[in-house]
């Protein structure tokens, strides 16, 4: 807690003022999260100090703020392992404090942290905390001025892609809000844009686990795989070789036991907002395929070229409600599996299609 608001201090986020006239300072209040190594031990412990309570149109306007997709970041690790960039992490302390903000914002003094001197008086920020609502904006907006200034050109479709050439090697910034990846065909160059106190390897990024070699990089989720059996009480389930049986086909099973609601994906997802127990067992069944194969994930090699490739294959009238069938797709880089979905169709098909396509 002293850590967290010694950081506002450090940055300058607030002054303490006056209660402004028929003006309401937002709330505050201290939140408390544990974080966790892969072994599950807490490595660290964390103190937020968050805004609440902000009202739209007079604490903040604009929110929204780029945010990488999955599919890129996948792409991104593809790309490095064919080029042989070693990709580091870079994990911001207190980000979003470092973010200016346009409006008047005034907030309340933390609980139990009162000015002894000025117990009624209030902070009006300079600088965003991790609750208002343009907080993200505003570091975004930060980060990406300083990339710009540093000579970092913006993806023009990507927003959350930086690259800098100089002379014949080229780094790379991929950013994910306070989280951001990068690398480069040479670490001399990156050296000379980041402080090597801040650099960490590439391990953990949003859940995934990713290992660098020379021969490519892996991505697995084998913690989280254990959590989230562990958190359903299914760690000592027996394990299965599939996560769903090729002719299962579930209905809405009017007839059924009521089984409370559960969530799932594709198939078992269009039953959540009345679930049954034949439901409720496919989704168990879900639950038992990582507990075979926790260690299975994502290989990305060094050796694979960067030709894009997609299929697309469907069902035939696989939907034994509607009968409209279900689509799946995959787009590859080289042997990099970078993207992949499968949904219910919008229409009743007539016939199956089947199509393979690749471009570059």
């Not at 160059?189 to 070699?213: D, H, N, P, V, W």
Request: charged share 25%; hydrophobic share 35%.
């Amino acid at each position: 807690m002293h850590e967290e608001l010694e950081n506002f201090e450090r940055n300058h986020v607030r002054d303490l003022v006056e209660p402004p006239p028929n003006r309401r300072p937002i709330g505050t209040k201290w939140v408390f999260k544990n974080k966790r190594g892969e072994d599950g031990m807490v490595v660290r412990n964390k103190a937020r100090l968050p805004g609440v309570l902000s009202k739209e149109g007079i604490d903040y306007e604009e929110t929204f703020a780029p945010v990488a997709r999955l599919e890129a970041i996948r792409i991104l690790l593809a790309f490095a392992a064919s080029k042989g960039f070693k990709l580091r992490q870079m994990d911001v302390k207190s980000a979003f404090p470092n973010g200016f903000i346009e409006e008047e914002v005034y907030v309340r003094q933390p609980p139990g942290f009162e000015s002894a001197r000025f117990p009624d008086r209030v902070y009006k920020l300079r600088k965003a905390l991790y609750g208002p609502k343009q907080a993200p904006r505003a570091w975004y907006a930060r980060l990406k001025s300083f990339s710009l200034k540093s000579g970092f050109v913006m993806g023009s479709v990507d927003k959350t892609l930086f690259l800098l050439s100089h002379g014949g090697d080229t780094s790379i910034v991929r950013i994910y809000v306070d989280d951001i990846i990068f690398g480069g065909s040479s670490h001399a160059l990156m050296s000379r844009e980041f402080e090597m106190s801040l650099m960490g390897e590439l391990q953990f990024f949003l859940g995934l686990q990713i290992k660098q070699g020379p021969e490519g990089t892996f991505v697995h989720q084998a913690k989280y795989t254990r959590d989230i059996l562990k958190k359903f009480d299914m760690g000592d389930s027996k394990p299965m070789t599939t996560p769903m049986s090729t002719n299962t086909a579930l209905d809405a099973d009017e007839d059924g036991e009521a089984a409370g609601h559960s969530f799932a994906v594709c198939l078992c997802a269009r039953y959540r907002a009345s679930p049954r127990t034949s439901h409720r067992q496919a989704v168990k069944r879900i639950f038992r395929y990582p507990k075979f194969t926790p260690e299975l994930g994502l290989w990305y090699s060094s050796g694979s070229s960067l030709f894009l490739r997609g299929f697309s294959d469907a069902d035939h009238l696989g939907c034994r409600i509607d009968r409209k069938s279900t689509s799946g797709t995959c787009q590859l880089l080289g042997t990099s599996l970078v993207s992949w979905s499968s949904r219910k169709q919008a229409s009743v098909s007539l016939s199956t299609t089947k199509r393979v396509h690749s471009c570059r």
